[in-house]
């Protein structure tokens, strides 16, 4: 099975950089995502790791420890708009369950001005 | 379509109604999801299709529950006898493929209501 955890909320002001830190235990490893969910929208995709190291991808970045089991999310330069709930997932490896996902319970952003 | 489909977006039933819920997944998607998300928590995997095959169904919570993808497009999601535990947000996503590195794209959801 899979064991996802990351802080419940978060609160960061406007223009700064904050960290959002996901760890896991699974019985195997095949992927690791993160998604945005705005209140009362649908989870959208932001990033993929599978390798160990840093993904950039504009203000967001994702970074993959598969030895610690550990991966953050680095939000730049921070907006309003980034106030939101951040989803870490896990998918399987190998066999029946492979391509699901297993979903932290989230972490809620507050972005402040 | 653009995107993930579902229908409804709301559903209110009453307790021992059976319900079904649609999902018409992104055009050309070949795997397709269902999860439950209650409020405040992350999706939970329920069932997984590729093209029509159910490939995975261990998320189901009982025998209740049950799905079907019969031509590899849209699926249904069916929940039989409802009981008040089974109110949530039930969503579907679809991926290209099942390979690893795709993303899943979520639908906006059906809100089931037992009363």
């Known amino acids: 099975g899979q064991n996802i955890d990351q802080p419940t909320e978060m609160t960061a002001t406007e223009g700064a950089i904050v960290q959002i830190n996901c760890t896991y235990q699974?019985?195997?490893?095949?992927?690791l995502f993160w998604y945005q969910q705005h209140a009362g929208e649908a989870p959208t995709f932001l990033s993929y790791?599978?390798?160990?190291g840093l993904e950039e991808k504009g203000r967001f970045s994702s970074f993959l420890s598969r030895s610690k089991g550990y991966s953050y999310l680095l939000l730049k330069e921070l907006q309003m708009k980034d106030s939101a709930s951040y989803l870490c997932?896990?998918?399987?490896?190998?066999?029946?369950?492979?391509?699901?996902?297993?979903f932290g319970k989230g972490t809620k952003l507050s972005v402040i001005p | 379509g653009a995107g993930v489909s579902q229908s409804p977006r709301y559903k209110v039933t009453k307790r021992g109604q059976d319900v079904a819920l649609r999902c018409d997944p992104i055009s050309g998607h070949v795997s397709l999801y269902w999860y439950r998300q209650a409020l405040g928590q992350g999706p939970e995997f329920l069932t997984y299709?590729?093209?029509?095959?159910?490939?995975?169904k261990s998320g189901l919570p009982n025998d209740r529950f049950s799905a079907e993808r019969p031509e590899g497009s849209i699926s249904t999601l069916t929940i039989q006898r409802t009981e008040q535990r089974d109110s949530a947000m039930y969503r579907c996503?679809?991926?290209?493929?099942?390979?690893?590195?795709?993303?899943?794209?979520f639908g906006d959801g059906t809100r089931l209501s037992i009363l």
């Open positions: 699974t019985s195997g490893f095949n992927g």
């Open positions: 996503a679809s991926s290209p493929s099942g390979t690893s590195n795709q993303p899943q794209h």
């Open positions: 299709f590729n093209y029509e095959a159910q490939q995975d």
């Open positions: 790791n599978v390798l160990d």
């Open positions: 997932a896990v998918r399987g490896h190998s066999g029946a369950g492979s391509y699901q996902l297993t």
